[in-house]
């Protein structure tokens, strides 16, 4: 006979209630051949832990599991930091909690959300919210659901600081949804001739030396001299001219 003694009590096993020493009678003992006080099971299947070779029970040995606590079948490592999603604190590697990330399996550690709906851009499909699919919206930042474009330039015109690309920014341009480089202003009252419907108004308003009294009414030198009529005659013959179609 071998004299086996496991846990070496000087006690035989064939005579040993507790082979392995851990205080668990063998007849209890979910690993009668390997100390466990704790008698872990983590699938539940009577085989403790300790001599479990799948602790889990996801068909997946514990020495190739990266997640051997947690059942994962797929061996889903979104990171690839060699811990599967399924115990990963961080699926996505960017230092931002799964439980507190906008986009739990993107790395984002900004956390980018602009439209604000708690989901974060990197994994979003309509970053700004605007019912346009980013693929599809030339404004993926701001929410412009019309999708308007004046110039056709591909961004839109919510995002785009020059609406008409005629080189001169919006927040300058004279006329911004109308091409006009040259900005001309003939009348000069901030409107560009080509989006003024009334070009060359201000020019004879400056010519007329007529004012109004306190009670409303016409005052001293009523009406337009006869400089102005001749320069509003001028100005209308003018503009009749460049809005007549070419022939």
């Not at 997640?67 to 996505?92: F, I, R, S, Y």
């Not at 609406?163 to 109308?178: H, L, M, R, S, Y």
């Not at 010519?207 to 320069?231: N, Q, Y």
């Amino acid at each position: 006979p071998t004299q086996a003694d496991l846990n070496g009590d000087g006690e035989g096993d064939a005579c040993d209630a507790d082979d392995d020493g851990d205080g668990v009678p063998d007849e209890d003992d979910n690993c009668p051949r390997v100390p466990n006080p704790g008698q872990e099971d983590t699938d539940g299947n009577g085989v403790g832990d300790a001599c479990d070779g799948d602790d889990d029970g996801d068909g997946v040995p514990d020495e190739d599991d990266n997640c051997p606590g947690v059942a994962n079948p797929d061996q889903l490592d979104t990171d690839g930091d060699g811990e599967g999603d399924a115990c990963d604190g961080d699926d996505d590697g960017d230092s931002v909690p799964d439980s507190e990330d906008n986009c739990p399996l993107v790395g984002n550690p900004e956390q980018t959300d602009v439209d604000e709906n708690g989901i974060g851009d990197a994994c979003e499909g309509d970053d700004d919210g605007d019912g346009v699919p980013n693929p599809l919206d030339n404004c993926e930042q701001v929410s412009n659901p019309d999708q308007l474009d004046t110039d056709g330039d591909g961004e839109g015109d919510a995002c785009d600081d020059d609406d008409d690309n005629d080189g001169v920014p919006d927040q300058e341009d004279n006329c911004p949804i109308a091409y006009n480089p040259d900005q001309a202003d003939m009348d000069e009252d901030g409107i560009g001739d080509v989006c003024d419907p009334l070009p060359g108004v201000g020019a004879v308003r400056r010519g007329c030396h007529c004012s109004l009294g306190a009670s409303g009414g016409s005052g001293e030198d009523e009406g337009l001299d006869p400089t102005g009529l001749l320069i509003f005659a001028l100005l209308g013959l003018a503009w009749a001219r460049r809005r007549r179609p070419l022939r």
